[in-house]
């Protein structure tokens, strides 16, 4: 039965700082706590009344839910009353936004990784990327702020690698006034696509020479000085939102995620720190029974989560690393701002699903690099960071981290047509050296030219075909038919 109603629950979101545990009002925009500068998370202060439903009609409420024809349920807000249950329906933001794909490995994928595997193409998102989800429930709660304040005018700013930028600006180009975006990027450092997007948008554009670690600084300080919305993951809105990612995984697998492994790049740490909230969640309500496994994976050049967890426990020190170029550039984030949510969740999976419920596996330039490619001449859509978990499940396998019955799930957390200049320095094996990535020259390609450029000249459409397909004929060494 359709389901077309939309939710009456309303809950009470509060900030709780993670680091003092100081609680503040979920009615302004906060970023990072007054009293002790730690960041926040989101919290339902009336959370524990959602256990009123039972997990079986949780399941059967979202599946029934995956039918709406109404608007605001139809993306991440299936899962309304687990996310921000906060928002009327006239402030849901709805672009196309998440139930993204989650497509299993193809059989010769799958044969040659050796252990069944999918990827879920967060990269059919409106701009492309992950990021989406989280936009559409920070946009949602500015909608819902601007109406109550009467706010006439609210500029959003954020840093990014590429992806938040692109988001953002969709976004607030969709709501439109009183909100307007500007983004602020580290120069040089995100793809001509990612870099078309914001300005197709419309936004105000800024570069900075240096990383994103720099414009991360950046528009911390214009976030604690002027009147401007972050949009970066600092903002709990848009963890909210990610949440959703883990929820669309459990119900793709029936609610039953005790044998699967995921598998998620780790850059800001934002998206980690979502998926992990969001099991975190459905295992309290009784919605899964079993959490699954987290895996994060970082490159050699951007690795300081990996770096903190390969300490044995006890002689864990945190320490933000000066990034290398990276393939896998949109997560190439050496001062991750969401590192201290990730020790807090990954904590409780660990002390709910045992130490092998939360690990960092690291992988190489080239690992990330061959695996793309690999995934993507088997029928995939991998960005650079899905091949970094591509990379990371071949790692794992190695070391024995992963094995027996398990399934793993890989996020290809953007669009591989944002990343296509990765692949085009692959096939051209014109890697700067500063990436240590060396192609594999077997796995080149590039597009023939049949005929001279001039050869369409002076010639009719018929006359011109028929070349054309001798041309053809001829390189394909096709035979004729009898
Ligand atoms: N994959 C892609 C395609 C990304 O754009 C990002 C982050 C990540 C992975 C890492 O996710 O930061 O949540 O750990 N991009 C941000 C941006 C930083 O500005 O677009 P994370």
Request: with cysteine.
């Amino acid at each position: 039965m359709q389901d077309t109603s939309f939710p009456s629950y309303r809950g009470q979101m509060e900030y709780v700082c993670l680091n003092c545990g100081a609680r503040r009002s979920g009615e302004s925009l906060l970023y990072t706590c007054d009293a002790c500068g730690g960041v926040f998370l989101l919290e339902n202060t009336d959370f524990q009344q959602l256990k009123a439903t039972s997990g079986q009609e949780w399941r059967d409420i979202f599946d029934r839910r995956a039918t709406t024809a109404k608007t605001a349920l139809r993306g991440i807000f299936r899962y309304y009353e687990l996310l921000a249950p906060v928002f009327d329906e006239e402030d849901i933001v709805f672009l196309g936004e998440g139930l993204t794909p989650i497509i299993e490995a193809s059989p010769s994928l799958a044969a040659k990784i050796g252990l069944p595997f999918a990827y879920k193409n967060d990269g059919q998102n409106p701009s492309a990327s992950f990021k989406d989800r989280g936009m559409a429930c920070a946009f949602s709660f500015l909608k819902w702020l601007c109406r109550r304040n009467n706010w006439d005018e609210v500029l959003t700013v954020c840093a990014s690698t590429g992806d938040t930028s692109a988001a953002a600006a969709l976004y607030a180009s969709y709501v439109g006034a009183p909100l307007k975006s500007v983004v602020l990027l580290p120069h040089g450092k995100v793809t001509p696509q990612q870099l078309s997007q914001p300005l197709g948008s419309g936004a105000v554009v800024l570069e900075l020479p240096g990383v994103f670690d720099d414009c991360m600084k950046v528009v911390e300080i214009l976030a604690e000085q002027y009147r401007v919305a972050l949009l970066n993951s600092k903002n709990s809105w848009r963890i909210l939102g990610q949440e959703s990612y883990a929820l669309e995984v459990a119900q793709w697998y029936g609610w039953d995620v005790s044998d699967q492994c995921l598998f998620v790049p780790v850059g800001n740490a934002g998206n980690i720190t979502a998926i992990m909230a969001g099991f975190l969640k459905m295992y309290d309500l009784g919605i899964i029974k079993r959490l699954p496994r987290v895996f994060g994976v970082q490159s050699e050049h951007a690795d300081p989560v990996w770096r903190y967890y390969s300490a044995p426990k006890g002689n864990r020190h945190w320490a933000p690393v000066t990034v290398r170029p990276s393939v896998a550039q949109a997560a190439m984030i050496g001062n991750p701002v969401s590192f201290p949510r990730v020790q807090k969740l990954a904590e409780r999976f660990i002390e709910l699903g045992g130490e092998r419920a939360f690990q960092v596996v690291r992988v190489t330039e080239q690992q990330i690099m061959d695996a793309m490619i690999l995934a993507n001449r088997n029928g995939h859509i991998s960005c650079t960071q899905g091949g970094e978990c591509l990379a990371g499940l071949q790692n794992a396998l190695k070391i024995g981290l992963i094995g027996g019955n398990e399934h793993a799930v890989l996020d290809a957390t953007a669009h591989s047509l944002k990343f296509s200049g990765f692949q085009q320095m692959y096939f051209e094996n014109s890697f700067p050296p500063a990436y240590d990535v060396v192609a594999d020259a077997s796995l080149a390609n590039e597009p023939v030219l049949l005929l001279p450029p001039n050869a369409r000249e002076g010639k009719d459409i018929q006359t011109f075909a028929k070349m054309g397909a001798d041309a053809v004929a001829s390189k394909l060494g096709l035979l004729k038919k009898k």
